[in-house]
């Protein structure tokens, strides 16, 4: 056995060259060892016991909220303290932390500085205080009693030269704590955010069909029941997904989205399963798939009908049993994960082609959610329109608005493309707007198929002018518009005269178009 792995005996002396090069050997291992920063310190002070020749060893820490110094760690104290405070300048250890240098004592006893606070330290013999430095600044204060009486300088030395790698260590654990606690922030301001954005009071549509569907969202939410949203291609099946998620128990967990069409079977097992080092050419390292990944969240799962059906048996049993195996390995992993899988297609109608498992369908189907098309909810353009602009107007750094007109020239078109076609047709509207306002000129600059208009002409929506629902500026808006804003016309289909329009034009602020 070599002075570096023996503790401390006769036949290697205490103040030699050979036991204080073992004692920094041990304590560089200690503190590359472990990322506990108190048992770091815990098993630093046994190396002072056991190859410095030191006892009563302790580690004093500033506390950046009082200056203070607060007792962190002794070596032979009891074992739950009630914790020790110094100020600067108070006894030896306020002393140490003042002067920022390092104070030797023949006999502690014998200094009127001493308050004997810790309980621990032996009167009678020799005391060494040396400061912890981060920088120029004095964090801390390293002390411990040597058992012997000669050669405390070199002692000090010793200690002086593992209070400076404390002092590093320090510092490393303070920058990984400010790191982890920017990081809590952060998470926790997205979390916030995440929640804002997909809370309830964000979702659009006072149709009765969306209604329904916003009530299925508050129940499910509260389960872990398996979720089916079922809708044609950008009606927003993923925004219910993440409505589903941020206002269930799981919103503080994961949430892992994958794209089932976008990859073919050998790369989807892999994404979904993960796999080991090895397990195929180009696999160099241990990777987690989305299952692992969710783990205490939510996957969701998109174009769930466009998997095959000999992964779709695969995926049957992760759904029922909640385990399953990494590609190339042998060990079952369990996860807990609250699935929500969405699709376009007829699932019923695949499952009588042969194209998808009626096993897995019921699997998936417990809780099916229907999109309505945008088509179906016309009434909802309105506000969904408003709300767009608001979205859009964030990400140019500008407000925007919509006027009447434009809204029902929306209410005209089919949108084959639903939610997603109307918010990019408004997208290419608002950068065809110099000043923020859309129009019908900006509408019909977006190039929005008119073969897509319903049959009103020209993309208006006829409006049943003696409809009680109509507020007075919606009628008058809405006679303008069949009377291709020429305004005695419009008199006309409202039984006024064109000095009557012309007032209430003015009044109800109604931007008059040239047509």
């Not at 002075?3 to 060259?17: I, L, M, N, Q």
């Amino acid at each position: 056995m070599s002075p570096f792995d023996e503790p401390y005996t006769d036949r290697v002396a205490a103040d030699s060259p050979e036991a204080a090069l073992a004692c920094l050997y041990s304590v560089s291992q200690v503190l590359s060892r472990s990322l506990d920063f108190r048992q770091t310190l815990s098993e630093l002070l046994q190396v002072l016991h056991d190859h410095g020749a030191m006892c009563h060893g302790m580690i004093a820490l500033r506390e950046s909220a009082s200056g203070d110094l607060l007792v962190t760690i002794q070596h032979d104290g009891p074992t739950a303290i009630t914790p020790i405070r110094y100020k600067v300048g108070e006894g030896v250890i306020g002393t140490i932390l003042e002067s920022g240098q390092a104070l030797l004592l023949r006999r502690i006893a014998e200094d009127r500085r001493f308050l004997h606070r810790t309980g621990v330290y032996d009167p009678q013999l020799p005391f060494i205080g040396v400061p912890i430095r981060m920088g120029d600044e004095t964090t801390g204060v390293l002390a411990a009693q040597p058992r012997r009486s000669d050669r405390l300088q070199s002692q000090q030395q010793l200690l002086q030269m593992i209070a400076n790698l404390i002092g590093q260590r320090v510092c490393l654990a303070q920058r990984v704590e400010d790191a982890q606690q920017a990081l809590r922030q952060e998470r926790d301001t997205l979390r916030r955010q995440m929640r804002g954005e997909h809370g309830f009071s964000n979702m659009v549509g006072r149709t009765r069909a969306m209604q329904l569907v916003f009530e299925m969202v508050r129940q499910v939410a509260k389960w872990n029941t398996t979720v089916l949203v079922r809708g044609e291609s950008g009606t927003g099946k993923e925004l219910i997904a993440h409505a589903i998620h941020y206002n269930s128990p799981r919103a503080n967990g994961p949430f892992v989205k994958l794209n089932c069409a976008a990859l073919p079977d050998t790369l989807l097992e892999s994404e979904l399963f993960g796999h080991e080092k090895g397990a195929f050419t180009g696999a160099i390292n241990q990777r987690k798939g989305r299952f692992e990944q969710a783990h205490g969240g939510t996957l969701f799962l998109d174009e769930i009908g466009e998997i095959s059906p000999a992964f779709q048996a695969k995926l049957l049993r992760v759904l029922q049993e909640g385990e399953f195996e990494r590609i190339g390995g042998t060990r079952t992993l369990q996860v807990d994960v609250r699935v929500v899988a969405a699709t376009n297609k007829p699932l019923e109608q695949e499952i009588q082609e042969g194209h998808f498992r009626e096993d897995l369908y019921y699997r998936i189907n417990v809780m099916p959610i229907n999109m309505p098309p945008l088509r179906e909810r016309i009434e909802d353009i309105p506000q969904l329109a408003r709300f767009l602009m608001t979205k859009i107007g964030r990400g140019q750094g500008r407000e925007l608005s919509i006027d009447d007109a434009a809204i029902r020239l929306l209410m005209g078109y089919h949108w084959p493309g639903n939610v997603r076609e109307l918010e990019n047709c408004l997208e290419r509207a608002a950068v065809m707007s110099e000043e923020g306002c859309i129009g019908r000129r900006e509408i019909d600059l977006t190039g929005i198929d008119s073969s897509h208009y319903s049959s009103h002409s020209g993309g208006r929506d006829r409006i049943d002018l003696d409809d009680p629902d109509l507020d007075e500026r919606e009628r008058v808006i809405a006679a303008l518009e069949q009377a291709g804003w020429v305004q005695a016309k419009a008199a006309r289909l409202l039984g006024m005269t064109p000095r009557q329009i012309g007032y209430r034009i003015q009044i109800l602020n109604i931007k008059v178009r040239q047509i």
